[in-house]
């Protein structure tokens, strides 16, 4: 019996995903096992394994898609089977219907190289294209009618509508420059290359952010000397305390998870017409990943020992690294934390993460001099620069919290012994 593969929901807060890339095709045999496709939310990428065996009858969505989750996108079953039932209820390209199935998979299979050279992606008087090829088009000005269908079913898709713009860049090319040694030099100058969807989304958060908000950035630096001699104490013996790789950002994130509870304003949302007050510390962890910059939450960080804190934040770091971290845990904080010490800014304005109120961008150290009896001494200063949302707080009240925070980290062996 044929059976349809949905797409999955991954995380409460997800309405749909893209499908980056399918690994079958119509007609291929599938194992119980077998990736079927790649797709993504705005924050990670996941694979779907075949849950049955069986030949692929039917794919639903192409690449570029995004699918609403819990919508059918392929169908396995077994040659020969009715399969209409499915293709009539999916519907793809913002509600038209998916491109009809054929009934025998391997005469379908077979037929594809054919509808690739000389196929037609006009279904009567409706083109077919998928939401991502006809968003380039649209961009570029292209006429979709001049495009050759490669997908499934002769509808166009994105790499159809990437060739109709290359062809007609270097139709421009060779009529606007008749000298053929200089054309190649011009034409490769340059690349186009489509924006990830995670990039849009970072671009599309970071400019709300931006517009949004009254922000603000105030820096401070402090004597680093006592977490600089407390780092050299716990890595020497973390091995036979059975600690974790303690690092000053680690250090830093425990220190702000139990000054932050002292100035509700900054552990909170702002919502427009009310403030939102949390009782814990949900913090934020900016992190570098090769798809963009995600930020996993460690949630209840004010509950947790710095070792905890630790192995928590090493743990998210290498889920959002590998592209597996769960979207309910790059959501839900009520205060964010970004180290760029470690590329050795010296000061940087962070990008407040909405609805959050502020944001602590941690600096590198430097050699500074202080006055000490009348002599001018040197010591190493670790600065940090304070993002704030003016509407939900003022200057002092945000500069009240930083300065806490820094004499807090001056004496961190106090703080370890609350």
């Given at each position: 019996?044929?059976?349809?593969?949905?797409?999955?929901?991954?995380?409460?807060?997800?309405?749909?995903?893209?499908?980056?890339?399918?690994?079958?095709?119509?007609?291929?045999?599938?194992?119980?096992?077998?990736?079927?496709?790649?797709?993504?939310?705005?924050?990670?990428?996941?694979?779907?394994?075949?849950?049955?065996?069986?030949?692929?009858?039917?794919?639903?969505?192409?690449?570029?898609?995004?699918?609403p989750?819990?919508?059918?996108?392929?169908?396995?079953?077994?040659?020969?089977?009715?399969?209409?039932?499915?293709?009539?209820?999916a519907?793809?390209?913002?509600?038209?219907?998916?491109?009809?199935?054929?009934?025998?998979?391997?005469?379908?299979?077979?037929?594809?190289?054919?509808?690739?050279?000389?196929?037609?992606?006009?279904?009567g008087?409706?083109?077919?294209?998928?939401?991502?090829?006809?968003?380039?088009?649209?961009?570029?000005?292209?006429?979709?009618?001049?495009?050759?269908?490669?997908?499934?079913?002769?509808?166009?898709?994105?790499?159809?509508?990437?060739?109709?713009?290359?062809?007609?860049?270097?139709?421009?090319?060779?009529?606007?420059?008749?000298?053929?040694?200089?054309?190649?030099?011009?034409a490769?100058?340059?690349?186009?290359?489509?924006?990830?969807?995670?990039?849009?989304?970072?671009?599309?958060?970071?400019?709300?952010?931006?517009?949004?908000?009254?922000?603000?950035?105030?820096?401070?630096?402090?004597?680093?000397?006592?977490?600089?001699?407390?780092?050299?104490?716990?890595?020497?013996?973390?091995?036979?305390?059975?600690?974790a790789?303690?690092?000053?950002?680690?250090?830093?994130?425990?220190?702000?998870?139990?000054?932050?509870?002292?100035?509700?304003?900054?552990n909170?949302?702002?919502?427009?017409?009310?403030?939102r007050?949390?009782?814990?510390?949900?913090?934020?962890?900016?992190?570098?990943?090769?798809?963009?910059?995600l930020?996993?939450?460690?949630?209840?960080?004010?509950?947790?020992?710095?070792?905890?804190?630790?192995?928590?934040?090493?743990?998210?770091?290498?889920?959002?690294?590998?592209?597996?971290?769960?979207?309910?845990?790059?959501?839900?904080?009520?205060?964010?934390?970004?180290?760029?010490?470690?590329?050795?800014?010296?000061?940087?304005?962070?990008?407040?993460?909405?609805?959050?109120?502020?944001?602590?961008?941690?600096?590198?150290?430097?050699?500074?001099?202080?006055?000490?009896?009348?002599?001018?001494?040197?010591?190493?200063?670790?600065?940090?620069?304070?993002?704030?949302?003016?509407?939900?707080?003022?200057?002092?009240?945000?500069?009240?919290?930083?300065?806490?925070?820094?004499k807090?980290?001056?004496?961190?062996?106090?703080?370890?012994?609350?």
């Amino acid at each position: 019996m044929a059976t349809a593969v949905i797409m999955p929901r991954q995380g409460q807060s997800v309405e749909s995903c893209i499908i980056t890339k399918w690994n079958k095709n119509v007609g291929d045999s599938v194992a119980e096992g077998d990736v079927l496709f790649s797709y993504e939310t705005d924050k990670a990428s996941f694979e779907e394994e075949a849950k049955v065996a069986g030949t692929l009858l039917a794919i639903l969505a192409e690449e570029g898609d995004d699918v609403p989750c819990l919508e059918n996108v392929c169908v396995i079953g077994q040659p020969g089977e009715d399969i209409s039932g499915f293709a009539a209820a999916a519907t793809v390209d913002g509600g038209e219907e998916a491109a009809p199935a054929a009934q025998e998979a391997p005469a379908q299979a077979a037929a594809a190289p054919a509808v690739a050279a000389t196929g037609s992606a006009k279904d009567g008087d409706r083109i077919k294209i998928s939401p991502r090829a006809r968003g380039i088009a649209e961009n570029q000005s292209l006429d979709i009618t001049k495009a050759v269908p490669t997908g499934p079913n002769g509808r166009i898709i994105e790499r159809d509508i990437l060739e109709l713009s290359k062809l007609g860049a270097d139709a421009m090319v060779s009529a606007a420059a008749p000298a053929a040694t200089e054309a190649p030099a011009a034409a490769a100058a340059y690349e186009d290359v489509a924006l990830p969807n995670i990039r849009k989304v970072i671009a599309k958060s970071m400019h709300a952010s931006l517009s949004e908000m009254a922000q603000l950035t105030h820096s401070f630096s402090f004597d680093a000397t006592q977490i600089i001699a407390y780092r050299k104490i716990v890595k020497e013996n973390a091995e036979k305390l059975g600690l974790a790789n303690i690092t000053f950002n680690d250090i830093i994130l425990f220190a702000v998870s139990r000054v932050i509870l002292g100035h509700k304003d900054l552990n909170a949302h702002f919502l427009g017409d009310k403030m939102r007050y949390f009782t814990d510390v949900n913090l934020g962890m900016a992190v570098d990943t090769p798809r963009g910059l995600l930020v996993p939450t460690i949630f209840g960080a004010n509950k947790m020992s710095l070792n905890e804190i630790a192995i928590a934040a090493k743990d998210l770091a290498k889920q959002a690294q590998e592209g597996t971290i769960s979207p309910d845990l790059l959501s839900g904080a009520s205060f964010t934390v970004s180290n760029l010490g470690t590329f050795g800014v010296e000061h940087f304005t962070p990008v407040i993460n909405p609805p959050q109120t502020g944001i602590l961008g941690v600096n590198n150290i430097q050699t500074k001099l202080k006055m000490v009896d009348g002599e001018a001494v040197p010591y190493q200063a670790m600065g940090i620069s304070l993002t704030y949302d003016h509407r939900a707080l003022d200057g002092a009240p945000a500069s009240r919290f930083a300065q806490e925070l820094c004499k807090t980290l001056e004496n961190f062996m106090a703080l370890l012994a609350k």
